[in-house]
């Protein structure tokens, strides 16, 4: 702030002065000069140094509590202040406050950003040094100690005499568990009737050792009076499955809550402060006793063979139908488990007994009576279809599971179910649960998956997408490519097409080169009429191109009256004059060597390539 | 050995019955002109014979209601390399039945990654998700849309319009004369490799860069930071889709439906590619 004055202030005093000798009036100056005067104070006023400080306003607390951390910035507003990350720490910002004072004519500004700090253990932490950039200057604070006790239960005495507020009690029904078990522990919360209201209840910490929590659920609060004090109590069920055998361990579980208790010392009337009291919040802490518990294994002795891992107590009900099928026909068995237990993980044991029936995956529904999920009925739909038309019954279904009451294997056993099966051909495979069986109108959720795939399909590859394999992609330039080479061609020859003289000396290029070859082939079979002939014929052609003229019209004569005003060298002028002159001979002297008729052919190809850089 | 893939086997063949002095150029171009072509676009397709019987096996396992031996039967063909819509289709059955709905997703995801309009692939994903509870991913329409087309499908729809365009190009060159006739016809098939090129960036931008995250745990606890000790953001169920922002070790940084960002460490999610 102090910076901004000295930075800012003096272009506007200097800009007051010009108005001064302006003559506006003796006010505007002193009203100018009052300024000046200000802003020479703000500035010859020290500024006070920047500082930055970190403080908890609890050094010490109960898991479930929280404190407050403060940074307090002295000096300056800082743009950006983090979250410290402590593990174990759960901080989050509470809110931003600014405190202007002025102490002997010295300004004081104190930026305090506020953050709640809530355990999630016990443990002595330590919320380490912070550095913030204010005002260009690089602070630090000092690092700061947390120590967070575990809550500890309250003894049978507090809870006695009445003086324990809240408290929570944890128990166990059965002492003897077995592993695979599942049961519910019972967690009661005790309130004294001088609580007024509560809320925000948060477990801060559930561990178990040798159980896996499930669902939890709040049962009827009731009101119990311990000592001369009168307690509403919470219950809440918890359902626990046990994992393991041997000593296992429950709790304790601790949590925090807020509690509304009447405020002390309002003043007033007594009468009126019962009926009106408005009460003070107060955050608790809560703990159990730990519980430890012994957990068998099931029994060894007397396991039914098909026992496959249910425990509880159960009640079985079966159905098949239809019972009059042809071989291959689907018939639905409805096996209906009901009772107390961990539903969710029955499944149907293996009935040896059914080998003449093909068996498919079977479905099944869970409904639960209570809110635990532990009370109920599971509903399996097994689909089997009769292999032979000798099969006259369903033979007897049986489930077998560990009762833990009575610690016995318990047997349930539906007779066998009469069936009458037809013999036929061709057997369709039956349909499970398929989306068509929707209506067109209505369509029905399906209750389970389709069926698996009865064939493997085409194979691929893991690999990457083709768009990414650069074959692919180069692969992708061969159109490009090959369209790029056609509109070469097309403008090739429509250039062609509109130049006749170009057409004319790629078409004498081409009648050169195969002229040479025929020269060669007469130079070998020393043919030296031919011979003369085509190179006569050849030099006409050639002739004829350059000078844009009839091949037919080319005679020695060109020579002289055309080649020459054209600036032909005079040695080039020369070769042609010979070659000329030994296709005349050649009509009086025909016969020659091919020694000699070779050396003609690298005369004229030198006279064509010094002729092709004529210019006509 | 059972070979479905008779191009490579036509490659075989020759190289057998040709021996040196029956070597020509034009043979030996023609040969590995093909064998190139093969390697460019099809990059080795040669699996054990017995897949099939494997698969079948699984099947079998699978219909006697062991999930859990027919489940590792299918993970077995699939660490061979080989795949197919039916191999992922199968597994995200067993998976299912073993009560795993994070890895029955995930693997009707993959068989929907090869076969996007397998309606049983469809169907039995679209249960699993009405299974999970919780914050997950939804899918907006144009997404759906994108989906009809694997990016192999929407690449080489690409491809051949793009080919299309260039010949037709070409035979305009070719042949001037049916310029005007083709003018029509060039036009229409531009503006397919247009649109198909432009559905091939978008569906390639979101395979790319939007993986997907599906937690594989029964509850997993996403994280202010990629770290074991951070602060819970938010839990996520089992089976629950959640974009992929960020990766840091073996962490992933997803979103949840509602704005929410946490950390979910590796081994509790298996991500995929954006479909």
């Given at each position: 702030m102090v910076l901004k004055l000295k930075v800012f202030g003096i272009p506007r005093l200097r800009g007051k002065g010009s108005l001064h000798r302006s003559g506006r009036g003796w006010n505007l100056a002193r009203v100018v000069a009052g300024f000046c005067l200000l802003l020479f104070w703000a500035v010859v006023t020290p500024a006070r140094a920047a500082s930055f400080t970190a403080s908890l306003d609890n050094d010490t607390l109960t898991l479930g509590q929280s404190v407050t951390l403060s940074l307090a910035f002295e000096g300056g507003s800082p743009q950006n202040v983090p979250a410290p990350n402590v593990p174990g720490l759960q901080i989050n910002q509470a809110g931003t406050s600014q405190n202007v004072s002025w102490v002997n004519g010295a300004m004081n500004s104190t930026v305090t950003v506020a953050f709640s700090v809530t355990p999630q253990r016990a443990g002595d932490f330590v919320i380490p040094a912070m550095t913030i950039d204010l005002n260009g200057q690089r602070l630090t604070s000092q690092p700061l100690q947390l120590r967070v006790v575990q809550p500890s239960a309250a003894s049978a005495a507090q809870v006695e005499s009445g003086s324990q507020v809240a408290f929570m009690k944890l128990t166990l029904p059965a002492s003897r568990i077995y592993a695979g078990e599942t049961t519910a522990a019972n967690l009661e919360i005790y309130l004294r009737d001088d609580v007024q209201n509560f809320g925000?209840?948060?477990?801060?910490s559930t561990p178990v050792d040798g159980f896996v929590l499930g669902k939890n659920a709040s049962g009827q609060r009731y009101r119990k009076q311990i000592g001369n004090r009168v307690y509403t109590v919470i219950p809440i069920s918890i359902a626990l499955t046990v994992t393991k055998t041997g000593n296992l361990s429950l709790g304790p579980f601790t949590a925090s809550m807020v509690i509304v208790l009447p405020a002390q010392?309002?003043?007033?009337d007594a009468f009126f402060n019962q009926f009106f009291n408005p009460g003070q919040q107060k955050q608790i802490t809560l703990a159990t006793d730990e519980i430890n518990v012994e957990s068998s294994p099931l029994p060894?002795?007397?396991?039914?063979?098909?026992?496959?891992g249910a425990i509880g107590q159960y009640t079985m009900a079966v159905g098949a139908g239809p019972?009059?099928?042809?071989?291959?026909d689907p018939i639905t068995v409805r096996i209906q488990i009901s009772g107390r237990g961990d539903l969710g993980s029955l499944t149907l044991p293996n009935q040896?007994?059914?080998?003449d029936f093909t068996l498919y995956p079977p479905t099944s529904r869970v409904e639960t009576t209570d809110p635990l999920g532990l009370q109920g009925t599971k509903t399996f739909e097994q689909i089997i279809a009769p292999?032979?038309?000798?099969?006259r019954e369903l033979p007897p279904f049986s489930f077998c599971y560990f009762d833990p009451d009575t610690g016995s294997y318990q047997t349930l056993t539906q007779p066998a179910v009469a069936l009458a099966v037809r013999s036929v051909g061709a057997t369709p495979a039956p349909t499970?649960?398929?989306?068509?069986?929707?209506?067109?109108?209505t369509p029905a959720r399906p209750e389970d998956i389709l069926p698996i795939k009865d064939h493997l399909g085409v194979l691929d590859q893991t690999g990457p997408p083709l768009v990414t394999r650069p074959g692919f992609l180069v692969l992708q330039t061969a159109p490009v490519l090959a369209w790029l080479a056609v509109v070469v061609w097309r403008k090739r020859t429509h250039r062609l097409a509109n130049n006749p003289r170009l057409r004319r000396q790629r078409q004498v290029g081409r009648l050169i080169r195969e002229g040479l070859n025929e020269l060669r082939q007469f130079a070998t079979a020393n043919q030296s009429d031919e011979f003369f002939a085509t190179l006569f014929r050849l030099l006409q052609e050639q002739l004829g191109e350059r000078l844009d003229s009839?091949?037919?019209?080319?005679?020695?004569?060109v020579i002289e009256e055309r080649l020459a005003p054209l600036g032909a060298p005079e040695p080039l002028l020369n070769q042609l004059r010979d070659l000329f002159q030994l296709c005349n001979q050649a009509r009086y002297a025909p016969i020659r060597g091919s020694a000699e008729l070779n050396s003609v052919i690298g005369q004229f190809e030198k006279v064509v390539r010094e002729l092709r850089e004529l210019t006509a | 050995m059972k070979n479905n893939f008779p191009y490579l086997a036509c490659g075989r063949r020759r190289k057998k019955s040709l021996n040196h002095s029956q070597f020509k150029p034009r043979y030996l171009g023609s040969y590995w002109i093909l064998s190139l072509l093969s390697a460019l676009v099809f990059t080795g397709k040669v699996f054990a014979a017995d897949l099939p019987a494997d698969f079948n096996a699984a099947n079998k396992l699978y219909a006697e209601g062991k999930f859990a031996a027919a489940a590792a039967a299918y993970e077995k063909i699939l660490q061979t390399g080989a795949v197919s819509p039916a191999l992922w289709f199968n597994y995200g059955n067993a998976e299912f039945k073993l009560g795993r709905p994070g890895r029955a997703i995930a693997a009707y995801r993959q068989a929907e990654l090869l076969a996007p309009r397998d309606d049983e692939v469809r169907a039995n994903l679209d249960f699993v998700r009405n299974q999970v509870t919780g914050p997950t991913l939804h899918e907006s329409r144009w997404q759906d849309w994108l989906g009809t087309l694997s990016l192999n499908e929407w690449t080489m729809l690409a491809a051949v319009t793009f080919w299309l365009t260039f010949m037709l190009l070409a035979l305009r060159q070719i042949q001037p004369a049916w310029s005007p006739r083709l003018r029509g016809l060039t036009l229409g098939v531009f503006v397919l490799t247009i649109l198909s090129c432009g559905g091939l960036g978008v569906a390639a931008t979101i395979h790319f860069s939007k993986p997907v995250a599906v937690v594989i745990e029964a509850e997993a606890t996403a994280r202010s930071?990629?770290?074991?000790?951070?602060?819970?953001a938010f839990k996520a169920q089992n089976g629950a889709e959640l974009p992929v922002l960020d990766h840091r070790d073996n962490w992933f940084q997803v979103a949840d439906g509602s704005g929410r960002i946490g950390w979910l460490p590796a081994r509790q999610v298996e991500v995929l590619p954006g479909a």
């Open positions: 925000n209840l948060q477990f801060t010392n309002q003043g007033g060894a002795q007397n396991a039914p063979p098909n026992f496959n019972t009059n099928v042809t071989v291959g040896s007994a059914w080998h292999q032979n038309p000798d099969v499970i649960v398929t989306s068509q069986t929707a209506g067109p109108q009839p091949a037919s019209s080319i005679t020695e004569a | 930071g990629p770290f074991a000790e951070a602060q819970d």
